[in-house]
């Protein structure tokens, strides 16, 4: 597509789709007028994409997720359809700078954290693949709660990134499905039957999601509620107002909030109602595309592969069994093993507070009939092992965990560790029972995002070395690894770190009139916050190097920026407790005139995609500091390492991988391994023993206690101290004095730019393995035993001119 042809279309979408002129057009108009003409290339090889998928008659995969973190999608869309230079030089043609017109996009935070990115790099990477996949999920009206800090406290508030109009989807009246709940079950003629005392509809909305270079599309289908009956005319007219409108009020709830919950047990009735909403909406779906293309639901395990990430849609077993035994007629022990065939399960984490129960009490009440589905799978299950004793229900609670292993014909952790882990843990008796059941799928992340758009500096690069070829093959990194011992490559590499670090220090001084030297090291620890996360690790060891700073003003010491960013979940009260500890200590140190041209600590609110793409480029050091054992992977670690920054990092989730692949000298290593910290754990008073054993950490524990980030409130942390001094569950006081000695280490490896730089390039050179393409190829082949179609579809939309 030509400059010319990309602004006409602008500019005719601008006049008769936004109805208004250049001349009072804001920014907001433009974007969309903008958006408009690139989702027009899109339509074409989505089309395509969906008729050879058609034609094919093969597997599709269906990624059921009740999270999609996708972020703006404008860039994503410009960038693999390669029109970054035709949309740069349309917008300055019509005065406008094309940064400032993508950033206006409001992020689509349809998710908590690392889970829902996953399945937005994942979506990607299918599309890049050409492996024919839909992704299902929830379309909330409100995503993620927008965070601001209050006196260094966090406040949520609604986050509303539907108030304007959202260019990307596609409303599909016509695909819609009613969605029951509660009510009762009957026998009628040898069928089970379950009439649901209330329904709502599920209306689906398609967002179109292209793969590099636009070869290739697949659909997002995200469900909305909606009533089965608009409004009570009988009560309007008997001028009950409200009332009249209470039945849509209901329903939309239903897709009104994303739950915000990340790893923390809470909700109930509303969490389970939504799960079971997209998860029967989507399987209607499924099978609706099944049948009009087939003909005998026992084909399903071979057209059909379908992901739970996570849990949340294992309610999706006994609904499939519902709808091929209730509804088709198929025996039930055939509808088990036949939704066993196409179901497969993630999980994502071994903390035994976020492993779904629902009361049966409960799940009785909303899913009668699912409830007695679950109690025969259950027992079906028990009499295939009757010596095992293992069963789904415990207390008066389903286990969903046990529920989607038993339901799967395959199960997967998201790193090695965590794998190992949960063959020894929370599944080690499934595990002994279906030994073939469990396998790894280390995450990944999608290079064309966090790589080529994030850091359009370290790509160019990348791309005048070795050409374009690494974007969809990224192992072909490795072909940089020889230019680390390049002084000139090396100069290159750490003046595009240099200029990423530079454009963040402008953006913190006018988005936060914060001043920060771009010659400092720019140490970094973004996430959600979460105990085992350790952000108070890290700022327990900002307050111990301020006061040896202060102690020796004129040391030689090497200058850091430390930046936070993250959410708590709102009723999270300890994490909300760690966000006030480290904006009170940034307050105090950051005015310090002594020690501030050393050390600076910034934390900007309301950390989501976009903020992470402006950080990580122009990262040194990498966080990824979590007690042994407890992240199942992460993906951040991925995207760090990717664009040579360092970390410093315990051997838990990727990290291990990660370690090995870049090379354990080009890893600051520190901290007990998961099998010390369970032995930790068993010893008596461990706490106490550390900060007895370690001076500094016992007086930057006094500085808090003190109150000299309080000052007129000496208890106000009490809890963190009395916390870190007395259980400490996730061993911070234990791990402290390593952590220490390796942020010496990194200090002085820091002030070596030379090997700095060929370390920082390794870590890049070496990370390539960390694609979602390689991820999803796996995926493909070892659990869904899909084939990608790149080579029947599609058109190529690239830059003609
Ligand atoms: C998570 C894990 O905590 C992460 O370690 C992991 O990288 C991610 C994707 O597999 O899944 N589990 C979870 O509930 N959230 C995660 O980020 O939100």
């Known amino acids: 597509m030509t400059t010319t042809e990309l602004r006409e279309a602008i500019l005719a979408h601008l006049k008769y789709a936004l109805g208004t002129d250049p001349d009072r057009a804001s920014v907001t108009d433009w974007r969309i007028a903008l958006s408009y003409a690139i989702r027009d290339r899109i339509v074409d090889p989505w089309f395509a994409s969906t008729q050879a998928a058609e034609a094919a008659k093969g597997k599709r995969v269906y990624y059921l997720s009740m999270e999609f973190l996708i972020g703006r999608l404008l860039e994503d869309a410009v960038v693999n359809l390669g029109l970054m230079e035709s949309a740069s030089a349309a917008m300055s043609s019509l005065g406008l700078d094309l940064d400032t017109v993508l950033s206006d996009e409001p992020d689509a935070a349809l998710g908590n954290g690392g889970l829902g990115r996953l399945a937005a790099c994942f979506l990607e990477s299918l599309a890049t693949v050409g492996c024919p996949a839909y992704g299902y999920g929830i379309r909330y009206e409100h995503g993620l709660f927008r965070q601001s800090f209050v006196d260094g406290r966090q406040v949520e508030s609604p986050e509303d990134w539907l108030r304007q109009p959202h260019a990307w989807e596609f409303e599909r009246p016509g695909a819609a499905f009613e969605i029951g709940f509660g009510g009762r079950v009957a026998s009628n003629a040898g069928r089970t039957e379950w009439t649901p005392a209330e329904s709502v509809v599920a209306e689906a909305y398609d967002t179109p999601v292209i793969g590099w270079k636009g070869r290739w599309a697949n659909t997002l289908r995200l469900w909305s509620a909606k009533p089965t009956t608009f409004f009570d005319l009988d009560r309007f007219n008997r001028g009950d107002y409200y009332g009249a409108a209470e039945p849509e009020a209901l329903a939309r709830t239903i897709s009104r909030v994303l739950y915000p919950d990340d790893t923390t047990e809470e909700g109930k009735r509303l969490r389970l109602k ?58 039930l022990d055939e509808a088990i093993v036949t939704a066993r065939g196409c179901l497969s399960y993630t999980n994502h984490t071994l903390l035994p507070e976020a492993l779904e129960r629902w009361s049966e009490g409960l799940m009785g009440s909303l899913l009668p009939r699912h409830l007695s589905l679950i109690e025969r799978i259950d027992a079906a299950h028990a009499a295939a092992h009757p010596d095992r004793g293992i069963t789904m229900r415990e207390n008066g609670e389903v286990k969903m965990g046990e529920l989607a292993f038993c339901m799967a014909h395959k199960v997967n952790g998201v790193s090695a560790l965590h794998t190992e882990l949960m063959k020894r843990t929370v599944f080690s008796e499934l595990h002994r029972l279906h030994p073939e059941r469990i396998l790894n799928q280390t995450n990944g992340v ?91 690790l890290n700022i327990l060891e900002a307050i111990a190097l301020w006061q040896e700073i202060g102690d020796n003003p004129n040391g030689d010491w090497t200058p850091r920026v430390k930046i936070f960013g993250g959410k708590a979940a709102p009723g999270y009260v300890f994490a909300k407790e760690i966000i006030h500890l480290i904006n009170s200590v940034a307050q105090v140190i950051n005015s310090d005139p002594v020690t501030s041209k050393f050390l600076k600590i910034d934390y900007p609110a309301n950390y989501n995609v976009s903020l992470a793409e402006r950080l990580i480029p122009a990262s040194d050091l990498s966080e990824q500091i979590s007690t042994a054992g407890k992240e199942a992977s992460g993906t951040g670690n991925m995207k760090f390492a990717l664009n040579g920054a360092l970390t410093i990092g315990t051997l838990d989730g990727a990290n291990v991988e990660i370690r090995e692949l870049v090379g354990a000298e080009n890893f600051f290593l520190f901290g007990m391994d998961a099998d010390e910290v369970m032995a930790r754990r068993a010893i008596d008073g461990h706490a106490a023993r550390a900060i007895e054993a370690d001076p500094r950490l016992a007086r930057a524990l006094d500085a808090i206690r003190d109150g000299a980030f309080s000052p007129g409130e000496r208890g106000r942390f009490d809890a963190i101290v009395s916390n870190l001094s007395q259980a400490d569950y996730f061993l911070v006081s234990s791990d402290f004095t390593d952590y220490w000695r390796a942020q010496r280490e990194v200090d002085v490896a820091y002030r070596d730019r030379t090997a700095w730089m060929r370390m920082a390039i390794l870590n890049t050179a070496r990370s390539g393995w960390f694609s979602s393409d390689r991820t999803i190829r796996s995926y493909m082949s070892q659990i869904w035993n899909a084939q990608g179609l790149l080579a029947d579809a599609g058109t190529d939309g690239r830059d003609e001119g």
């Open 274 to 331: 939504q799960e079971y909403f997209f998860t029967a909406a989507s399987l209607n779906d499924i099978l609706r595309r099944f049948l009009s293309e087939h003909d005998d639901l026992r084909q399903l395990p071979r057209k059909v592969a379908i992901q739970l990430n996570d849990t949340h849609p294992a309610i999706a077993g006994p609904e499939l069994v519902r709808l091929l035994h209730d509804v088709h007629g198929m025996p």
């Open 446 to 536: 999608t290079p064309r995002r966090w790589v080529l758009s994030a850091n359009p500096r370290l790509s160019g690069l990348l791309t005048d070395a070795i050409g374009e070829e690494w974007v969809d093959d990224l192992e072909r990194l490795h072909e940089i690894e020889p230019l680390a011992e390049d002084a000139g490559f090396r100069e290159d590499y750490a003046a595009a770190k240099r200029a990423n670090k530079e454009e963040l220090a402008s953006y913190l001084r006018a988005e936060r009139g914060v001043s920060v030297d771009p010659e400092a090291m720019f140490d970094v620890q973004i996430k959600r916050i979460h105990e085992y996360k350790r952000q108070h």
